[in-house]
């Protein structure tokens, strides 16, 4: 937004509104590169990029219909990104070559900044008004209710996991990678937990919490 609203009315906004603005302007702008970047590298195999499943899709609308920023970035930000941050983490370490490790530690630091706004903006929220933590349960149980009847993660996603985690095809290392991709969905629920306590959440409610995220990931 701060990209086009003209530089003489954004010095008129309040300082805070003026810095989240920017900031989310810069946060559109590294967004829109990991499109590019990310298509660039899809399209390296020469075969046509595959689109998203209908549950990935549901999943992003339900963001879209949060009532309120706060609430929607929460749930992206704090959740949705944060549990990127342990995949691109995951894609990096298994690389099957250094241009995808670059692109995926490239991407981990931006997202990094992302998740560290939301985890920042929501617990400066709460400390101010303990009882918005009620608010942000019931987004977390809203969506999960929305989502419920999807199919949760394609499985093309999970055996490609898999698979990049083996680097071959050999029974020992399969079962290696799928031991890798068990330990990534255990250190996801772990940050998401570690995110949920840091805002304001009690231990047992955000392990509660952090089981009810959306299966893919996002």
Partial sequence: AALIIPARLLSQL??????VMQLLAIQAADEARHVE??????????????????????SLQTLLAEPDFTTASFLLSVLGEGTFLDLLRFIHQHAPDQVTADVARLAVRDEARHVAFGVAHTAH???????????????VERRHAALQDTAGLNTEVFDSLVLLAAGSW?????????????????????????????????????AELSALHTRNFM
């Fill in 37 to 58: 970047v990310f298509t660039r590298r899809g399209l390296l195999s020469g075969g046509p990029l595959g689109t998203s499943s209908a549950g990935g899709r549901a």
């Fill in 170 to 206: 050999e029974p020992a290392a399969i079962s290696a990678g799928w031991r890798a991709v068990r330990d990534l969905q255990a250190s996801m629920d772990e940050g998401r937990r570690r995110r949920l306590a840091y805002i304001g959440f009690p231990d047992d409610e955000a």
């Fill in 14 to 19: 309040h300082p805070h509104f003026r810095e």
């Fill in 125 to 139: 929220l709460v400390r101010t008004d303990k009882a918005y933590l009620g608010v942000l349960r019931q987004s």
